[in-house]
T-cell receptor, first 111, second 113 residues
Framework: QKEVEQNSGPLSVPEGAIASLNCTYS??????FFWYRQYSGKSPELIMS????GDKEDGRFTAQLNKASQYVSLLIRDSQPSDSATYLC???????????FGPGTRLSVLP | EAGVAQSPRYKIIEKRQSVAFWCNPI?????LYWYQQILGQGPKLLIQ????????DSQLPKDRFSAERLKGVDSTLKIQPAKLEDSAVYLC???????????FGQGTRLTVV
């Protein structure tokens, strides 16, 4: 059973701080990892993808992957109230080619 | 570029009734997913199509749920008969084959009373 685990939160950070979201996965065959943001009542939207070990930066977002530890993280720098949402971590394996989503971490950025 | 289209947006039915949802993926996306998202949980895959073939339906409750994608484009998901625990948002997503990057539709919020 492929599983992706996340702390459900809520994670509260003050405006301007760094928010750190973490995710672990059970299937070592997973090839790719994604972070989706989901606002309340809306559908998930892709914000970051990462395929190889290390860091990947895109604007205020940095994704980190450590395949040996089966660990993925998302850092949000200079957090804004508009970043308040649920962040879903997902793994994807080439052989099955389907996504396994974690339960999501609810982030609240306080003005 | 048009996104993934779903309808209806909302549906309220009584238990034991039937309901159907429709999805039109992004043009050119051969892979189509149906997910069920219960409030407070992450999306759970129900079924994955590649063109008009089923890739994975291991978590689809086949005694009451069915899905088809006859011409490899649009898809319908049906529930018959519905149970109270089927109340959820049903999300359709699509992607190019082998990319792993999925785009979601707005979802259909189903309430079973």
């Amino acid at each position: 059973q492929k599983e992706v685990e996340q702390n459900s939160g809520p994670l509260s950070v003050p405006e301007g701080a760094i928010a750190s979201l973490n995710c672990t996965y059970s299937d070592r065959g997973s090839q790719s990892f994604f972070w989706y943001r989901q606002y309340s009542g809306k559908s998930p939207e892709l914000i970051m993808s990462i395929y190889s070990n290390g860091d990947k930066e895109d604007g205020r977002f940095t994704a980190q992957l450590n395949k040996a530890s089966q660990y993925v993280s998302l850092l949000i720098r200079d957090s804004q109230p508009s970043d308040s949402a649920t962040y879903l971590c997902a793994s994807w394996g080439n052989y099955g080619q389907n996504f396994v989503f974690g339960p999501g971490t609810r982030l609240s950025v306080l003005p | 570029e048009a996104g993934v289209a779903q309808s209806p947006r909302y549906k309220i039915i009584e238990k034991r009734q039937s309901v159907a949802f429709w999805c039109n993926p992004i043009s050119g996306h051969a892979t189509l997913y149906w997910y069920q998202q219960i409030l407070g949980q992450g999306p759970k895959l129900l079924i994955q199509f590649q063109n008009n073939g089923v890739v994975d339906d291991s978590q689809l409750p086949k005694d009451r749920f069915s899905a088809e994608r006859l011409k490899g484009v649009d898809s319908t998901l049906k529930i018959q008969p519905a149970k109270l625990e089927d109340s959820a948002v049903y999300l359709c997503a699509s992607s190019l084959v082998g990319t792993g990057v999925a785009f979601f539709g707005q979802g259909t919020r189903l309430t079973v009373v």
